[in-house]
Every structure is written in C-alpha cells, then in structure tokens.
C-alpha cells in the first residue's frame, strides 16, 4: 500500500501555494507549463497505478487476462460491459476483486422473470404515521453493478436500467437521483441455456460500451484454478492480493486523463470507416449505429492509456473493434449457416478496411 499512495501523491500532488507577501516577480509570475517530460512521466504514472490493479486481480482470477484488461478499460473510459460466458468461469469474482481494486461498493442483482423494475432502481412508500413518502433506492446505487443473467428478466425490467446506465441517474416517484461516482453496470449472459430468457433489446445492447466473452481457461490455468478453489484459497488470495490502488475519487481523476488523449482525424476517420463498413455488408443484418463510433473512440483512448501513451494508434482501434461492435450488429442467416459468427464477420470487414500508416 506504501508504494501505491507514493504514487498516489505524485499523480495527484496539491498545487496550493499561500500568496507572497510582496509582489511576485516577473519570473515568479510565469504560469508553469507541463514541460515534455513531465507530461510523458503523468501517463506513464497512470498506466502504471493501472497495470497494478491489472496484475493484482490476475492473482485472483486465474487464466483471463484479456478479459480483466477489457473490464478495465471500459472501467477508464466510463463505459458499461456485457459479459457472455457459462457459469463458474469467475465474472462474480471478477466483479468483486475490481471493487477491491479501488475501494468501491459492490452490488449484485439476480435477474429473475419476476423481478419488477422497483427492485432495480428503488421506489418511494408512505409513512402512515408521519404522513410523508420515503424513498428506498435500489441496488443500482453504488459503484459497481454486477447484473447476474440480464436476459432472464422480462422487458420492462430490463428497460429500467436505460436511464442509469445512460445518465448515471435514477427518476423514482418524479425525483431524480444521481448514482454514486464512479459507476458501471457488469452484465453478464449465459450463451448456452436460452429457455426462459428475453433477448436484450437493441436500443438496451447499444448502451454496453464492450461485449466480452470468457471461455474456458487453459489447462494449466484450470488447474491452477482448480488448486486455489478446491483447497479454499480464492478468498484468502483475493483478502491478500487485491487490496485498493487508488480510491474511487482517484479512479475519476484517471478517467478524466482518458478525454486527453490525443486522437489524429486520420485516426477517428479510421474508426468510423470501421464501423460505417458494416453498414455495407451483406454478411450483416444488423449494423452498427454512431454509438458504436463513439463507443470505439473512447475505448481505443483507455487501451492507449493502458500502454502509457497520451495517443491513439490504428493497432488500439483493431484491438477494440470487435468487442464494442459485436452486440451491436446481427449476422445474416446464410452466414450463419455457414457457421459464420459475428467475430468473424467483423474481422473480415477489419481486414477489407485500410488503416492509416502514420
């Protein structure tokens, strides 16, 4: 915890000064400017406070780095996450060391077909004997929301997370409220079993920032996953490894670093091409929309950040082209009877669009 606070107190150091008591000289009056490599030491300070965490939660959930750096990206560039995978791969585990991570509050609602968009967000009663309303907020008032089987829960239910995962905010009985800062919805689906399960609508699925699958882990990490499990291990290692790198208003100052990134229009016109370019293809029924655009952006802006850059490269934009858009588009039925899926038709279209050479 030492090292961390240290860095704690670099990245985040009080400018505050008490005014001269003479006036101050021309020299003095100079504004400071972040000189190369001030600027160059921030960002590599931040990717490394975050790599901290990335290795910590590794520690615990054993066999899928690609699925923490994805999860921790959407966490920098204020996104939410829709994960997809069978039972007992760790998303609950994983929710809960991310939280460790930076000291947030962790809550988990079991979507059911019977549960009502009140238990989601909260609702007001009356008092009898005071003759007054009070308003009980729901589980969606913290930092992290893991919403467990999104898709077994009906419509209406679904719908009432929209407005949180949109605006940070929640309207109950007219009055509005806003959720705790930072916040992120983890959804997660089963692929397999779909008897009794609702289909996300669109217009909820566009709201996700990324889509990340979690397979099965390799042999050598499933053993070493069965070890720590079977001997009762996970919770002392997640006691011990993932103890907070930053708090949550710390956390905000790292997602404000992620806007500054810098992006050249070579760039974002690549990543709109990307995404226009399945509006073209007739493997495609369903295309992605302008979210899409926005949503690739600012994710290739945080996988920057992950690197310790202060700019994007066309290899960010590839390496989050397929997690952001592929919930948002639908294969078409010949493809799928051709056993084509929506990754691989994204990759397809990734490779048939030229990337700029800076």
Known sequence: ????????????????????????????????????????????????????????????????????????????????????GVPGLGKTLLVRCLASGFGGDFRRIQFTPDLMPADVTGHAIYHMAESRFEVRRGPVFTNLLLADEINRAPAKTQAAL???????????????????????????????????????PEAELDRFMLKILIDFPSQQAEEALTAAASGGQIEQQLRDSVEPVFDA?????????????????????????????????????????????????????????????????????KAMAVPVMRHRVAVSPDMEIDGETADSVLAQIIESVEAPRL
Not at 180 to 196: H, I, K, S, W
Not at 283 to 304: K, M, T, V
């Open 249 to 317: 208003g710390e956390l905000q100052q790292l997602q404000a670093l992620v806007p500054q990134v810098q992006v050249d229009q070579q760039v974002l016109s690549y990543a709109v091409r990307l995404v226009r370019a399945t509006r073209e293809s007739s493997q495609l029924r369903r295309a992605a929309g302008p979210r899409a655009s926005i949503g690739l952006i600012q994710a290739a802006r945080a996988h920057a950040l992950l690197q310790g850059r202060d700019f994007v490269l066309p290899d960010d934009i």
């Open 162 to 200: 929209l407005e949180v995962m949109q605006e940070q905010q929640v309207t109950i009985d007219g009055e509005t409220h806003a959720t705790p800062r930072p916040f992120m919805v983890l959804a997660t689906q089963n692929p397999v079993e779909q008897e009794g399960t609702y289909p996300l």
């Open 1 to 84: 915890m030492s090292d961390s606070t240290d860095q704690t107190a670099e990245l985040h150091s009080d400018t505050h000064a008490e005014l001269p008591a003479q006036p101050p000289t021309e020299q003095q009056a100079q504004p400071h400017t972040e000189t190369g490599a001030e600027a160059d030491n921030r960002w590599q300070q931040a990717s490394e406070r975050v790599n901290l965490l990335r290795s910590r939660i590794n520690q615990v959930v054993i066999g899928q780095p690609s699925v923490v750096e994805q999860v921790l990206i959407a966490l920098l560039a204020g996104g939410h996450v829709l994960l997809e």
